[in-house]
């Protein structure tokens, strides 16, 4: 795989490594202390100044920070920079309560376009691909981010955004698309009806997918891949910490490597706080070593992962996570049990005859929570016999049974049936409140 000159922080030695993110750690540190009064605040109520970071084991002494900071705090409270420095806003629609707004100064554009360019980089992107940018442009960080990141790395980009997808499959097959980037549900839907169109993607120069925004699990990917007739790669960020572009998988596919000059990683119980020896899993607290705008200290993502101590066989010597399957707010709590959607991805995937569609509805019966699952079977399985659906219906029964320790119900649905999304995938309908 060719080497691009801005991959070059992936391979520095860890020691150096180190050194340089000590010393990025002390300088936004001192500037989250005096342009953030939250922060200074909570530093002072523990006692603490910028000066207390020795080694980069002091994090562990500093406070979190977490959504509900940005929400308190909306729309400007965690800036670090005057609006005069600030060049670009991004918002998350919030689906609960207030939306969080996140800042950019230019450096801080040239920084997510350098991490977003060494993703793609990683990934085997090059200048002569051709990139097709299906990432929502607009407040959404996925658009903007994927197209200054492929455009720096010299690769000829197509912004056209999410939706329409019958233009997307055009655009895809005239303009010899090379690579895309969308969420995986909805790359599944451009394949699904490419071949309503007589197209098969497979036949497409397209050959590989950066694919994120939602998680997924490598069932999934395998469905994807076989599918697309390309390879499917996990790109990782949140608007917070930058957008797209705090981790990528490489060419090994065996967890993401983060870019962590920029992004400090920990691993901290979720319960507790504390941080977590090397290897074990627990929830993902991002440190922004050198944003301007808005940094973030002991960020705390929710998304539970382990950091792999391994060298990986591709040479970066970045560190690498496993790949995000689960959020600590993602649990579904039925019956008692812990369920979490990407179980029942796994399970599903594992039989033959589904689609990866699906959707999972709780509801509350005589006050008790009742979980369905529902699936898209293959046109070939809709189209036979009654008791080859029957039988098809019993082993996703058993699956989810054995995978989850849990009887659910399953309803099998035409293909097609289940709402398709332009973006993330809404898996969860909870009727349980209403
Ligand atoms: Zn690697």
């Known amino acids: ?86 060049v670009r806003l991004h ?40 990139v097709q940018n299906a990432y929502g442009y607009g407040l959404f960080t996925g658009g903007l981010g994927a197209h200054y990141g492929a455009e720096a790395l010299g690769a000829t980009v197509i912004p056209i955004s999410g939706g329409n997808t019958d233009r997307q499959i055009n655009v895809m097959k005239d303009f010899g698309v090379t690579a895309i980037c969308c969420t995986p549900s909805y790359f599944l839907h451009l394949v699904d009806r490419a071949g309503e169109l007589g197209i098969d993607i ?35 960020g949140l608007t ?33 706080g504390e941080v977590l020896p090397a290897g074990e899993e627990g929830e993902l607290v991002l440190t922004t070593l050198s944003k301007q705008a808005m940094p973030l200290i002991r960020y705390r993502t929710r998304d539970i992962t382990r950091l792999l101590t391994e060298p990986c066989p591709c040479g970066r010597t970045v560190r690498r996570m496993t790949r995000i399957a689960r959020r600590s707010d993602d649990m579904l709590i039925i019956r008692g049990v812990n369920v979490f959607p990407s179980q029942i991805e796994a399970a599903l995937l594992q039989v033959e005859g589904t689609l990866p569609h699906y959707q999972i509805i709780l509801e509350r019966e005589k006050g008790l929570d009742a979980m369905e699952v529902q699936v898209e079977v293959t046109p070939q399985v809709f189209s036979d016999e009654v008791r080859v659906l029957e039988g098809l219906h019993q082993r996703l029964v058993k699956a989810l049974d054995h995978t989850l320790g849990l009887r659910v119900g399953v309803r099998l649905v035409a293909p097609r049936t289940l709402a398709r999304s332009e973006g993330k995938a809404k898996r969860v309908v909870d009727r349980r409140e209403s």
């Open 202 to 236: 497979r036949s497409l120069p397209l050959r590989a997918g950066i694919f994120g925004a939602e998680p997924w699990t490598d069932s999934m990917r395998r469905r994807i891949e076989s599918e697309g007739g390309i390879r499917a790669f996990d790109i990782y």
């Open 1 to 86: 795989m060719t080497f691009h000159p801005a991959s070059a922080p992936d391979y520095l030695p860890i020691p150096r490594m180190r050194e340089l993110q000590l010393a990025r750690l002390r300088g936004i540190v001192a500037r989250a202390f005096e342009r953030v009064p939250l922060f200074r605040q909570r530093m002072e109520e523990r006692g603490l100044d910028p000066d207390c970071l020795s080694d980069l084991a002091d994090l562990a002494r500093l406070p979190f920070t977490t959504k509900s900071d940005l929400r308190d705090t909306y729309p400007f409270g965690l800036f670090a920079s005057p609006m005069a420095e600030v």
């Open 91 to 130: 918002a998350s629609s919030g689906t609960t309560g207030k939306p969080i707004v996140v800042a950019y100064t230019h450096q801080d554009l040239e920084v997510w376009t350098s991490v977003m360019l060494r993703a793609l980089a990683a990934c085997g992107v090059t200048a002569g691909d051709v």
């Open 240 to 272: 917070e910490i930058v957008g797209p572009g705090v981790g990528i998988e490489c060419d090994c596919q065996d967890g993401l490597h983060l870019f962590e000059d920029h992004f400090y990683p920990e691993v901290i119980d979720p319960e507790t």
